[in-house]
Nanobody
Framework: QLQLVESGGGSVQEGGSLRLSCAASGRTFGRYAMAWFRQAPGKEREFVAAISSNGGSFYHDSSVTGRFRIARDDAKNTVFLQMNSLKFEDTAAYYC??????????????????WGQGTQVTVSS
């Protein structure tokens, strides 16, 4: 079982950067694919990025490709989301998630068993 705790959210102006972190408890972190999702008020939760359990492959939604980058550090049981060139429409609560599945990183919420509580990112224009 994993517990996930996000940090690093905050308020930033358009064009700015933030780095989100998600710290996982438990000794089996390396067996899990990890992902970031986000949810804006009144909208459904949407996929942002995912990385495989061995870190060898990753996948970013087209809305963030070239601006965001997911990475993991298994020695620290942590997954990161580096967010650059932030836009107003990136404003949302950001959630990390963990799932044990084989194959390529997935964008589907049902592949992920564990979720953090979220961290708020607010981008002002």
């Amino acid at each position: 079982q994993l517990q996930l705790v996000e940090s690093g959210g905050g308020s930033v102006q358009e064009g700015g950067s933030l780095r989100l972190s998600c710290a996982a408890s438990g000794r089996t972190f390396g067996r899990y694919a990890m992902a970031w999702f986000r949810q804006a008020p009144g909208k459904e939760r949407e996929f942002v990025a995912a990385i495989s359990s061995n870190g060898g492959s990753f996948y970013h939604d087209s809305s963030v490709t070239g601006r965001f980058r997911i990475a993991r550090d298994d020695a620290k049981n942590t997954v990161f989301l580096q967010m650059n060139s932030l836009k107003f429409e990136d404003t949302a609560a950001y959630y990390c998630a963990a799932g044990r599945y084989s194959g390529d990183p997935s964008r589907y919420t049902e592949r992920y068993e564990y979720w953090g509580q979220g961290t708020q990112v607010t981008v002002s224009s």
